[in-house]
């Protein structure tokens, strides 16, 4: 088997009331990914937020963990992709963990970016618009 047999995606599973399946969709990343937050939205879409590496290491590698990038996927409510978006992660990994749409249609995502070369974590949050596009 080769290490791509193992690459990590986030998957979307919709159920109705009695747990019966009515979707499952799967969303690869850049590498392995790691679903941590979802936003549905009042327009029914659904807004996923997560951490992709750069490559398809096996997670039980340290490497896995440099360079992770903030992924931002919106679908809509049945699952199907409007639009991916990946962020940061030059030599260090972004972990966000809670995202929230505000009045605007922007939204904003908070975590914490891990500084690999020195091993200092720092708390961070982003306002990126409907899009997904990081606002400065």
């Known amino acids: 088997e080769g290490i791509t047999d193992h690459l990590m995606q986030v998957e979307l599973i919709k159920t109705d009331f009695s747990g019966k399946l009515l979707w499952a969709k799967k969303y690869p990343g850049l590498g392995n990914s790691i679903l941590r937050g979802m936003e549905l939205l009042p327009n029914g879409n659904i807004m996923l937020l997560g951490s992709s590496s750069n490559s398809n290491y096996n997670f039980a590698f340290p490497e896995a963990f440099f360079n992770l990038k903030t ?66």
């Open 71 to 136: 992924m931002l996927i919106q679908v809509d409510k049945e699952g199907n992709l409007i639009w991916q978006k990946f962020t940061g992660g030059e030599k260090n990994a972004n972990i966000y963990q809670s995202v929230q749409q505000k009045e605007d249609g922007s939204f904003i995502i908070a975590g914490y970016t891990c500084l690999t070369e020195i091993g200092f974590h720092k708390m961070n949050w982003s306002k990126v618009d409907k899009m997904g596009e990081l606002i400065k």
